[in-house]
């Protein structure tokens, strides 16, 4: 395909209300005809078929993040990574061996009790039969509650939290820029104040965990411990809270598969539950794309790549992708198995807090079938402008009783 044909269909991709309305025919469209596609306005590719933003993903040594993970980072230089998903192995490596021993498995089991009541707790303040926002009575309010105790703040500061990571997601809001720069210093003060105090006061929280984690001889200092919680507040909480409102607006357009869940759980079906949580990951895809750049001329989708070539791997197209889904691939199904989602990326950077928002999304969907047997929408539904976050603002719903 010509290059002036390829950029037409990339246009849309820098324009923010695009990802606010229905992008997947258009992402359809360029796995079909322009797997890697050419933008010549800002100068990158776009790869959106799953075996592309795989073969991105494994390898680190030839597609980088140290140069940057979104568009408009392209050309930026930075003197040291503002996110772990910043940097390539061996510096990745070293930081995922310092943060792992936080992320456990059994530290994240630990949780699910104080999840578990935090879910219940919202849970039981809808009332069948009313409609409610999905996302501020619910979807917003859970994770951030689950990363203040993770963190062992105080329970109110999480309505802060909601602001500062709002401020730092591109398009999010519409907040002026000054605005969002000084929420966001604050955010880097707050955290910055909250490593130093737990490395000298440590306590039963992630912070001390992470602060006392000691590989090698080697640990985090001050600065990477806060570079790293700014990543676990607004990562920890965008990501989950937009999984669980896309997926229970996903459910409202299809009861079918909200009845078809609740049979499953009933018939004691193996992983009925955990297999929905993955179809809602896969289905959402709450992190839209993320950018490599080539260290080295290569090869992709049939394509030779000189080196320092920007690429953005459309994690949600690759979700889509009919090669690996099937001809079902853009209905929801919540008993999709398997499910070789990329939701949490790929390869080395594969999210380090997958096990947290799983065990989130799994007892959410427990509460709620456990209490409701139909889901329905209850008004206009309200998406994020944000070229990064598969955001939704708005989602009103309303749950019939068991």
């Given at each position: 395909?010509?290059?002036t044909?390829?950029l037409?269909?990339?246009?849309?991709?820098?324009?923010?209300?695009?990802?606010a309305?229905d992008?997947?025919?258009?992402?359809a469209?360029?796995?079909?005809?322009?797997?890697l596609?050419?933008?010549g306005?800002?100068?990158?590719?776009?790869?959106s078929r799953?075996a592309?933003?795989?073969?991105?993903?494994r390898d680190?040594?030839?597609?980088?993040?140290?140069k940057?993970?979104?568009?408009?980072e392209i050309g930026?230089q930075?003197a040291t990574?503002?996110?772990?998903m910043?940097?390539?192995?061996?510096?990745h490596?070293?930081?995922?061996?310092?943060v792992?021993p936080?992320f456990r498995p059994?530290f994240m089991?630990a949780?699910?009790?104080?999840?578990r009541?935090r879910t219940v707790?919202?849970v039981?303040r809808?009332?069948p039969g009313r409609?409610v926002?999905?996302?501020?009575d619910?979807a917003?309010p859970?994770?951030?509650?689950?990363?203040s105790?993770?963190?062992?703040?105080?329970?109110?500061e999480w309505p802060?939290?909601?602001?500062w990571?709002e401020?730092?997601?591109?398009g999010?809001?519409?907040?002026?820029?000054d605005?969002?720069?000084?929420?966001?210093?604050e955010?880097?003060e707050?955290l910055?104040a909250?490593?130093a105090?737990r490395r000298?006061?440590?306590?039963?929280?992630?912070?001390?965990?992470?602060g006392?984690?000691v590989?090698d001889?080697?640990?985090l200092?001050?600065?990477?411990l806060?570079?790293f919680?700014?990543?676990?507040l607004?990562?920890?909480n965008?990501t989950?809270?937009n999984m669980m409102s896309?997926?229970?607006l996903a459910f409202?357009?299809?009861?079918?598969?909200?009845?078809?869940?609740q049979?499953?759980?009933?018939?004691?079906?193996p992983r009925?539950v955990?297999?929905?949580?993955e179809?809602m990951?896969?289905w959402?895809?709450?992190?839209?794309?993320f950018m490599r750049?080539t260290?080295?001329p290569?090869?992709?989708?049939g394509?030779?790549?000189g080196a320092?070539?920007?690429?953005?791997m459309?994690?949600a197209?690759a979700n889509r992708d009919e090669s690996?889904?099937?001809?079902t691939?853009d209905r929801?199904?919540?008993?999709?198995?398997?499910?070789?989602h990329?939701a949490?990326?790929?390869?080395?950077h594969?999210?380090?807090g997958?096990?947290?928002?799983?065990?989130?999304?799994?007892i959410?969907?427990?509460e709620?079938?456990s209490r409701f047997r139909?889901?329905?929408?209850?008004g206009?539904?309200?998406?994020?402008?944000?070229?990064?976050?598969?955001g939704?603002?708005?989602?009103p719903l309303?749950f019939g009783s068991?």
């Open positions: 395909m010509a290059e044909e390829s037409d269909l990339t246009a849309p991709l820098l324009d923010p209300d695009f990802y309305g992008p997947f025919p258009l992402y469209r360029l796995r079909r005809e322009s797997p596609a050419w933008n306005t800002t100068g990158f590719w776009v790869a799953h592309d933003v795989v073969a991105i993903s680190t040594e030839t597609f980088s993040s140290a940057g993970i979104m568009v408009f930026s930075y990574p503002p996110t772990m910043h940097t390539d192995p061996p510096a490596t070293r930081y995922r061996n310092l792992q936080g059994s089991r949780l699910e009790e104080g999840v009541a707790a919202l039981d809808i009332e409609p926002d999905f996302v501020s619910v917003v859970l994770p951030l509650q689950v990363i105790d993770l963190l062992g703040v105080p329970e109110e802060r939290f909601f602001r990571s401020a730092v997601i591109p999010a809001t519409d907040w002026p820029e605005e969002r720069a000084a929420l966001s210093a955010m880097v707050y910055l909250a490593a105090d000298a006061n440590p306590g039963e929280d992630i912070i001390s965990e992470l006392a984690a590989v001889g080697d640990r200092s001050d600065a990477e806060a570079m919680l700014v990543q676990l607004v990562a920890g965008e989950t809270r896309g997926g229970m409202a357009e299809d009861p079918g598969q909200w009845s078809s869940l049979d499953r759980v009933k018939a004691s079906t009925a955990s297999l929905a949580v179809e990951l896969r959402t895809t709450p992190v839209v794309a750049t260290t080295r290569t090869e992709l989708a394509c030779r790549l320092d070539q920007p690429i953005l459309l994690y197209s690996v889904f099937g001809p691939a929801f199904e919540v008993c999709r198995d398997p499910n070789p990329v949490f990326g790929f390869g080395p594969f999210c380090i997958a096990v947290l928002a799983r065990l989130e999304g799994r959410l969907l427990e709620l079938l139909s889901v329905e929408s209850a206009p539904v309200v998406r994020t402008a944000s070229p990064v976050i598969a939704v603002r708005s989602a309303v068991a």
